[in-house]
């Protein structure tokens, strides 16, 4: 039962474009939503997070979008770059700390 | 900064013996979370620590048990490993009274059975 989906397991952009990364849930308690970046070999990095009571969140290149009605968030970087290459996973928290994870999309940005 | 650390970093064990991985999180840090990832998966939420109490539990296999140290560290045994244990574990760590976005993850260990 994966409550957490990421769709496209991976995505190619061309540097300087936009890369959009997204994210479905099916639990409705989930009142809170972040995005990972990990690298091989490594544990996962925070990049963002959202909460349920708001529907944007930026910092810098990285911007989360979440349509509650939907069950839908993305995660958009703009403007790309190689440095970005990597897995992206999304999670979502219903109980303090506890983090679901979707499968992860792999992100290839090409110079 | 300090970051959370994980040893061993490699583990290679035969089928049935023993395993303990460790886990040291960031000073001033009191809540612990184990994760496990296998090849090809997402990570999933194996057991957490806040203050030395197991604060959740999740898909944990009753062969394996965790606990959080006075000193904050945590340890995962497991015991009677299987072939499917082979995995990276994660631990990630969190300062008392934050959401999960503080939540800071360790470079794993991957553990290896034959």
């Known amino acids: 039962d994966q409550q957490v989906k990421q769709n496209s397991p991976s995505l190619s952009v061309q540097e300087g474009r936009i890369s959009i990364l997204n994210c479905d849930y099916t639990?409705?308690?989930?009142?809170?939503f972040l995005w990972y970046k990990k690298y091989p070999a490594e544990g996962p990095t925070f990049l963002i997070s959202i909460s349920s009571i708001k529907d944007k969140n930026e910092d810098g290149r990285f911007t989360v979008f979440l349509n509650k009605s939907a069950k839908h968030l993305s995660l958009h970087i703009v403007p790309s770059q190689p440095g970005d290459s990597a897995v992206y996973f999304c999670a979502a928290v219903t109980s303090y700390g506890k983090l679901t994870f979707g499968q992860g999309t792999i992100l290839t940005v090409h110079p | 900064a300090a970051g959370v650390i994980q040893s061993p970093r490699h583990l290679i064990k035969e089928k049935r013996e023993t395993a303990t991985l460790k886990c040291y999180p960031i000073p001033r840090h009191d809540t612990v979370y184990w994760y496990q990832q296998g090849p090809g998966q997402d990570p999933q939420f194996l057991i957490s620590?806040?203050?030395?109490?197991?604060?959740d539990k999740g898909s944990i296999p009753d062969r394996f048990s965790a606990q959080q140290f006075s000193d904050y560290h945590s340890e995962l045994n497991m015991s009677s490993l299987e072939l499917g244990d082979s995995a990276l574990y994660f631990c990630?760590?969190?300062?008392?009274?934050?959401?999960?976005?503080?939540?800071?993850f360790g470079p794993g260990t991957r553990l290896t059975v034959l």
């Open positions: 620590f806040y203050e030395k109490m197991q604060s």
């Open positions: 990630a760590s969190s300062p008392m009274g934050t959401r999960a976005d503080t939540q800071y």
């Open positions: 639990n409705s308690m989930f009142d809170y």
